[in-house]
């Protein structure tokens, strides 16, 4: 029976030589990883999502061997296993009141460290209004940003076509620009 040993993104097969498995964690490890973290924001939830899928893959690596492109697989694998794990979490969102006013409040900072800390709100802001997006925009722009997909790859994993993915991009993005404009325009 196989051993799989997973750290850091790695699985090392006792007692098998390199196969389809250890060259798909080895090539798209950090892309599994990008794309459990965009959707669940934290690390150590994105950390075990990427080791589920691995153990996913290990589990189904038969198929593996017929995947004709193991990266687009692997990003729809990930990509379940991190809704599937965000779906057990509560979800944490701010109304428009508490953003204006988190925004308001970054702008008043200016020293370095602060705004170190402004890039991080501002993040949690712009999180918090893309998890407000119906979700066929936020699961096509977390892919396409955080996982860094081509609209192509973004249309396999989510199942819709490519045409369809560039329309929800880019509809998305003028939903959150309009939001940040109108939060600019009440401050």
Not at 55 to 60: A, E, G, S, W
Not at 81 to 93: L, N, T
Not at 140 to 157: D, H, K, Q
């Amino acid at each position: 029976m196989t051993e799989a040993v997973i750290s850091n993104g790695a699985i090392s097969l006792a007692g098998v030589k390199e196969d389809g498995l250890e060259a798909a964690v080895r090539d798209h490890a950090r892309l599994v990883y990008r794309i459990a973290y965009s959707v669940l924001r934290n690390h150590h939830d994105a950390e075990d999502a990427t080791q589920e899928t691995f153990m996913r893959v290990l589990r189904y690596r038969r198929k593996l061997e017929g995947i004709d492109d193991p990266k687009t697989w692997l990003a729809r694998v990930a990509w379940r296993v991190a809704v599937e794990r965000g779906k057990k979490q509560p979800d944490v969102s701010l109304n428009e009141q508490e953003t204006g006013k988190a925004l308001s409040e970054l702008r008043a900072q200016l020293a370095s460290a602060e705004e170190s800390l402004l890039g991080q709100e501002m993040s949690a802001l712009l999180e918090s209004l893309i998890s407000k997006l119906p979700e066929s925009l936020h699961d096509a722009i977390r892919l396409s940003t955080v996982g860094e997909l081509a609209p192509g790859e973004i249309a396999r994993v989510l199942g819709t076509t490519e045409s369809s993915v560039r329309s929800r991009v880019f509809r998305a993005r003028q939903i959150l620009k309009e939001k940040l404009a109108a939060l600019e325009v009440r401050k």
